[in-house]
């Protein structure tokens, strides 16, 4: 027996008690006549106390463990001398009497605090260290905590846990799949799924109603800061329902979880707005509504007065900031001039309008602009003296991303964003395709199974862009934290579908032949969403990186530089698999 | 809004409800004045029922819909003329006034009943239909019950539910892996955990004390009919633990579910068997303990009687099979012989002695062996008139081997199974590693990182194969559950068993250099256990083959016959990930 208790539970009801506890050591400090040792487990840190009076020999040795060192004390509890309000076991101590070291420890190449002195790359590297530090702990206790409420509460409302495949089929629609080689089956593949999607919607057909997983998900994308190649979703599906009754059931969970982790009531339903009011008020699908700051469509009163890039542009729009000013140097407005000029963002330039504090305004169209013109911008946002005004000109969809960035970048410089808020919202009614210049055709926006509004499928052959989805995502604090749609359940309506997305009828047979075949046998109407539990636990941990919610993630290239991964394999198992490897 | 009521739900209290209904069409019923449809979702069957008299439109066009058609229908709750009382709406109906087809139906290619008149290959292919057959479904919420019960069990136990990546390392020991080349890193790959092993030993160098996952994992087998490409297992670890802990929690764990989904009580500690017992005693590392017929050794009694085959043989052994001498002709006889003869099990052949009615034997080995000769080995067993012993010689672990599988076919034969009695068994004392002719070394037992017994250890540079483990099996009724072992967590012991196992230290290090160096840094003794959740649903549900416990599993050829994978992947892809397919 290693312990009676842990490091994390014994109090002043525990005076006198013999007890023995196991743990790494957090800190060992020599005071001549005494030598304390800080034990520390996953329940918390304990004081042990070594006497050079009474036990000589026991001191001395302690004296020499270092940090990290796995030890194992008895002792007995003892009430301490000066108290530590700030830990649970504080106004405890063990007086030790045996010691016995289990494991020894090198000096770690970073220390074991909340605040680490280690780089990005060796806190990776040795990521079993970093690990043991209590933000990782608390980051992944809660990960722990939210998955079983998640789990418990689907339980309740009926939701099945259905474990579907991970060695599954590669398809061409959306992001790159992960391959794996089958040995047995040669020359052929299976893939790792980017979803369950298919086989969610096959245990509709197969009348499971209500379906829930916590599933791993796998994307071989370029890896930008906040995606993994896998990842994890919380993955739901129900039958015999309409938007709305997915809405209000995941509405009910996000409470639920809002309450239960970060005590946060909504009394009120959360909001709602249709993705083209997205773009057109905050230039973007996942708007952030902790603050205002809204777009204005300034097109019609801003042409017409020979400023040849307003009057060639598809759009104008503006956004106002307010009472700033004193704050906008010249030169603050060159650099903010600068960050939409960068090639991620895009812009050609900036228009300003500063409404100086007595009243006049200055712009960066003052050639064009007259007071009154200037004026009349200036109603539209209701702007004051001290505002500025910044405008953004050129293709609809361009601008307004633009301006919705800038709107970003803008409340993130002014301070503007309470970090105690949540704002959750429902931005609905998605286009249900896109165009994409690369391939030239038509993309799914959501999936290829998503359905188009009953209302708008008359324009599936004419108009494809114009056709809005029941489709849905659900956005907190400008972070997609899930989305969703209403599929596709009539296998007429799928291959008129796949026909507006290009595929020809062998393609599509080739490819989802197993599920337009499935929807013959009595489909029911369904849908489904994903939420991202690993976004969800990095917004209620206030991480700005999934990364800190997940145990042992990949670098940016993919890599898992702690076991390094990937790495080459024999001759033999390539052989087994028919495989040769092409050098350029 | 697609229903008001699940179809299980509408009890006499509901009686002149109106109410709306969806599902599928089971049973369709013309009785001429009356048209009665049997609607069915998950959660039961409601009895429609449509009137010529009243509404003779709607019945006529009730009585055109077929098998596994969804419908919508709303009407009244009555009372039904003639109650049946099998199911829990048996006493109610819903008068239809409303009908609505949702999605038509084909005729499906097998009946959705519980006893379906598919066969194997069909079922495969439209899983998604056979999954609507009560059994299937009944599997899969059990499944789904056990899972939730396990983690609120583990949960309340203080183990964190942490998930490991799926995209890891592939290791050259154990089973084959299934590879996933990189793209981002060309030439390199990816592996699918066969478990999350390595991973679970790091969590414990991290602190986290008490961890678990129900994880899929991989393994690029050859199959057999119990075993899939992808599996689940219920991975636990924990540290500050001895062999002895790890039983008991999980001894606990075993006893909550027996309890919670079979009623079964068991107030007696689990036995423990040591692994040369089983061997010994059963021919078996996982005996089946619901019926006894244990295996004699008559080495010493049987030799120097002239025998040749038996004067030559390292062991001889017996089971006695109890009051079974009118069942066993010389033609039953030769039927079992053939049995033992077969390539799977390998014998050369099977000695009998008769112990006749009144008294006498009579033996297949009469010429060497004389009436006193038999009865000394009549007495070895207690042996009655009526019963019959078989005997094999050889090769001391064959011959085991074969008794053991002898036993099993007996019992089976003979009826000894009570299909309703579990017999729960810890198999202890594993040897650390078996000899393996092929690759002509040692090859560990369980795996590389399994601690040899303390009293053990100094033998594993001389005598290996005499090293036992702290490794441990649970077994229910021949069925190995689970197993695990304490793990080695100082890294001079690991590098001496890699060394046993014939790594040169380039190649441990390449290996698990991460693990060895994690113990370094201050490793907590730790052990664990894996239990296979397919194969614990499987017994739960009665079901001879996982199979029946998957949602989409796929045949013994690693293939989804369903989705049709593994399948070819375009060239695009196979140029992206720099991969050439190796033609013969």
Request: charge should be negative.
């Amino acid at each position: 027996m290693y312990r009676t208790h842990t490091c994390g539970e014994l109090r002043v009801e525990n005076i006198g008690t013999k007890v023995t506890l196991s743990g790494w050591l957090q800190k060992n400090r020599d005071l001549g006549g005494m030598t304390f040792i800080d034990l520390r487990d996953r329940y918390g840190i304990t004081q042990i106390a070594f006497n050079m009076e009474t036990n000589a020999e026991l001191c001395t040795q302690a004296r020499k463990l270092g940090r990290e060192f796995v030890i194992q004390v008895t002792g007995e509890v003892a009430e301490r001398y000066s108290k530590n309000k700030k830990i649970p076991t504080g106004e405890i101590e063990i007086i030790a009497t045996d010691l016995k070291v289990l494991s020894k420890s090198e000096v770690p190449p970073f220390t074991i605090e909340d605040q680490t002195d280690g780089g990005e790359d060796i806190l990776m590297k040795y990521r079993y260290l970093d690990l043991r530090r209590n933000p990782r702990q608390q980051a992944l206790m809660l990960r722990h905590k939210m998955s079983i409420a998640v789990r418990n509460y689907l339980d309740k409302q009926g939701f099945i846990d259905v474990e579907t495949p991970v060695l599954i089929k590669s398809t061409p629609e959306g992001a790159r799949d992960f391959v794996v080689p089958s040995r047995m089956n040669e020359g052929n593949f299976y893939a790792l799924p980017q979803s369950p999607q298919v086989f969610k919607q096959l245990l509709m057909v197969a009348g499971y109603d209500r379906y829930y997983q916590i599933v791993k998900c796998f994307r071989d994308e370029d890896l930008r800061a906040d995606r993994q190649p896998e990842f994890t979703q919380i993955d739901c599906e129900m039958a015999f329902v309409e938007q709305e009754d997915i809405l209000n059931t995941f509405e009910g969970m996000a409470k639920h979880i809002f309450k239960m982790f970060k005590n946060v009531d909504f009394n009120e339903p959360f909001k709602r707005m249709p993705f083209s009011e997205a773009m057109a008020k905050y230039g973007s699908d996942k708007p952030d509504l902790r603050f205002g700051m809204e777009i204005n469509n300034l097109t019609e009163i801003s042409k017409g007065k020979n400023f040849k890039i307003f009057d060639d542009a598809e759009y104008i729009g503006g956004i106002c900031a307010v009472n700033v000013v004193d704050k906008f140097s010249r030169k603050a407005i060159d650099k903010l001039t600068d960050f939409v000029k960068k090639p991620q963002i895009g812009a050609q330039g900036l228009v300003w309008i500063k409404y100086d504090a007595d009243g006049t305004f200055k712009s960066s169209i003052d050639k064009f602009f007259g007071a009154e013109d200037l004026q009349q911008i200036a109603q539209k946002f209701d702007a004051k003296p001290n505002d500025i005004i910044f405008l953004i000109s050129g293709n609809y969809d361009k601008s307004l991303k633009i301006l919705g960035d800038l709107r970003l970048e803008l409340a993130k410089e002014l301070n503007l964003i309470d970090n105690n808020k949540f704002a959750p919202l429902w931005v609905v009614d998605f286009p249900l395709v896109e165009w994409n210049e690369e391939t030239n055709r038509f993309h799914a926006m959501h999936h290829p199974f998503t359905s188009p509004k009953p209302q708008d499928i008359s324009m599936l052959e004419t108009e494809p862009a114009k056709v809005r989805a029941n489709a849905y995502d659900f956005v907190v604090n400008g972070v997609e934290l899930g989305g969703g749609s209403i599929r596709i359940h009539d296998s007429e309506v799928q291959r008129k579908m796949f026909d507006t997305l290009g595929f020809t009828p062998e393609e599509a047979q080739n490819q989802f032949g197993f599920l337009m075949n499935a929807f013959k046998y009595g489909a029911p109407p369904h849908g489904g969403i994903a939420y991202g539990l690993d976004r969800w636990v990095a917004m209620f941990n206030n991480s700005e990186s999934i990364k800190d919610v997940i145990a042992f993630p990949k670098n940016n290239s993919g890599k898992d530089v702690m076991i390094d991964s990937p790495s080459p394999v024999s001759k033999e198992q390539l052989d087994e698999l028919k495989l040769l490897i092409k050098k350029d």
